[in-house]
T-cell receptor, first 115, second 111 residues
Framework: DAKTTQPNSMESNEEEPVHLPCNHS???????IHWYRQLPSQGPEYVIH???SNVNNRMASLAIAEDRKSSTLILHRATLRDAAVYYC????????????????FGKGTHLIIQP | DTEVTQTPKHLVMGMTNKKSLKCEQH?????MYWYKQKAKKPPELMFV???????INESVPSRFSPECPNSSLLNLHLHALQPEDSALYLC??????????FGPGTRLTVL
């Protein structure tokens, strides 16, 4: 599995954009980049994933560097509800040989949102 | 129904007890997972079931025994646990590999 480096914590103000960086310099060519988040006292929650191109969904945007060694999760307008630990998870996660792959979580970034 | 349910929410057990954790989903997902999360640490994968068959066991001690009776249910049988096994046990399921749906977890305390 590719090793990831994320800031331990970041702080932002409510209603401002947040850019959460992740370095994954050992990522393989077939690994997707996944982002999950874990709100306090809840299970993790899928946010977004991508392979090479930038991706948008209703929750966030994912910007992937051209060399794929880093990516940035963008929350366009942070709310207090976005305060969580954000995990960047590279992985192929293919169903191969009849089996599925689990997620390998790193330490993540603790995002603090100030009102 | 778009959720994964886990019971019980909390469990306290002694080291000689036998107990089971239950996980259920009705989304037609073909893969189900058990993760363990110690306080202030990230989740760690324990087991993966695909099409009701165990496909991944991440070198978990035999005192943890998973079972998948049908495509909607996943159990984790616990026997002779140690205090260091106290943790939040998370179940997840997925239809396609990139988006896993997690339950709220069972908080286990071993005395």
């Amino acid at each position: 599995d590719a090793k990831t480096t994320q800031p331990n914590s970041m702080e932002s103000n409510e209603e401002e954009p947040v850019h959460l960086p992740c370095n994954h310099s050992t990522i393989s060519g077939t690994d997707y980049i996944h982002w999950y988040r874990q709100l306090p006292s809840q299970g993790p929650e899928y946010v977004i994933h991508g392979l090479t191109s930038n991706v948008n969904n209703r929750m966030a945007s994912l910007a992937i560097a051209e060399d794929r060694k880093s990516s940035t999760l963008i929350l366009h307008r942070a709310t207090l509800r976005d305060a969580a630990v954000y995990y960047c998870i590279p992985g192929g996660l293919m169903y191969s040989g009849g089996g599925a792959d689990g997620l390998t979580f790193g330490k993540g970034t603790h995002l603090i949102i100030q009102p | 129904d778009t959720e994964v349910t886990q019971t019980p929410k909390h469990l306290v057990m002694g080291m000689t007890n036998k107990k089971s954790l239950k996980c259920e989903q009705h989304m037609g997902h073909r893969a189900m997972y058990w993760y363990k999360q110690k306080a202030k640490k990230p989740p760690e994968l324990m087991f993966v079931y695909s099409y009701e068959k165990l496909s991944i066991n991440e070198s978990v001690p035999s005192r943890f025994s998973p079972e998948c009776p049908n495509s909607s249910l996943l159990n984790l049988h616990l026997h002779a646990l140690q205090p260091e096994d106290s943790a939040l046990y998370l179940c997840a399921s997925s239809l396609e590999p990139h988006e896993q749906f997690f339950g709220p977890g069972t908080r286990l305390t071993v005395l």
